[in-house]
């Protein structure tokens, strides 16, 4: 006779003295009560977790399966109890709260930690087998060019270097990017990049500019030494994008959109860091362009505030020795650095798309803040942009959730406040890093510089610039769908 599952496993539990005495062999177990793994639990990681945590993903470990997940669950609430997961460092502060939220905030409601806690104190069942939701997917929509370098860099020694590549999209029209997503090809080594579109000259008998340059040197597609100034200060360049590991697409909202006119580059200067470590693994970091030929009714572009090494911009601080210094001493646990500056003739108020903080090692956090010249009723005297703590492994660009037209803005006359805190003693796992890349024991003086064992405090903001009235299209039927 052939047994059916359930009596054989009986069966074969009896002839090992381990089957329950009496007469519920073949009863069913209690049903689960509370939250479950597939009914409960699944859901909420995979919308907040799994994006990372998975195979494949920049995560170190998977939280798509029950038997990987339940044995570190109390881990793992703990973690998103202290805030430390997901990673989402924006903050609001009793003196620093922006008034908008953010798009795409991965941080679990108060129930959704309570599912978590109860599932945890029940034993964390698993409860009735279900397929598991799929994890969010971080890549930009609708790609249809993609530039990747014909020839990859290698770094070399321990040093930060600052390369370049000008890449072809091949346009021969005034085409628009509506979004754009870099790809490093060794993340081990590239610290950030910085991209932009390299227009060329615009009247046939002016002289070659960069873009004309290039195209005579023969150097498309080839890595070149760009530690001299950088792409932005190049002459008819347009910021597109300034990327860090960790960091979101940009993905325009309907009718906003970066030119890239007829004949233009895409330059990407790359800042790489070896750090001590094997770097004789090639890069080439790739762009994903999301091109249009309809004209958009607003300009995207980027553009950053802070980095003040000296007065009037940069203010008194601790520790000054003669008058304001960006110093951040040695085995100082709490520095904070501040700046102000004020803003020179605009056109038009400008709205914000995004905040971008950005800073190294030794920092720890970051408020951005403005006091309007002329405020609204929509657009108030006082107003904090970012608030937020730093994590150097996990940067992000901060989208404010609101449509364009009720976006903060700024206008002529603003002033723009940052103020940022750093740790610069061995309490600060960032710090231990740095001195053993830099074979150091203790720490030491940080300064302002480019390098990565130097510092910055700076706010990179996506800006929202409209058309001059004339220039707007004709209908809303021109733009982008």
Partial sequence: MVLPPRAAIVTLLTSLGLAACGGGDDADPPPVTGPTWFADVAPILAEHCMGCHKDGGIAPFVLTD???????APQLLAAIEDGVMPPFDAR??????????????????????????????????AGAVAAVPPAPVYELAGVNRTLVPTTPFVTTGEADQFICFALDPDVSDLTWVTGLQVRAGNPDVVHHAVTVALFPKRDPGDPDGPNEQLRAAGTIGVPFDCADGGVTTMANSFLLSVWTPGNQPIDLPRGVAAPLLARSLVVIQIHYHPGGRLTNLPDATAIDLRLDT?????????????????????????GDRA???????????????????????????????????????????????ITRANPTAAQPADECLYSGDWNFDWQRSYLYDQPVATLPTVATGDVIELACSYDNSLRNPFVQRALAEAGLAAPIDVVLGEETLDEMCLSIFGVVVPFPPAARPATDADVRA
Wanted: with cysteine; hydrophobic share 40%.
């Fill in 294 to 318: 309809v004209r958009p009714t607003q300009l995207y572009t980027a553009t950053a505030v802070g980095n003040a090494g000296r007065a009037p911009d940069l203010l008194a601080g601790p």
């Fill in 92 to 125: 609001a502060r009793p003196d620093c709260t922006p008034r908008h939220g953010w798009q795409d905030d991965p941080r679990l409601s108060t129930a959704e930690v309570d599912t978590l806690r109860a599932w945890i104190a029940n034993g964390t069942p």
């Fill in 66 to 72: 029950y038997d990987a997940a339940a044995p570190i």
């Fill in 323 to 369: 008058g304001p210094e960006f110093r951040i001493p040695a085995g100082s646990a709490d520095h904070r650095e501040s700046m102000r500056f004020t803003l020179g003739a605009l056109d038009a108020p400008l709205p914000l798309f995004s905040a971008y903080p950005h800073m190294h090692y030794v920092g720890t956090g970051i408020d951005v803040a």
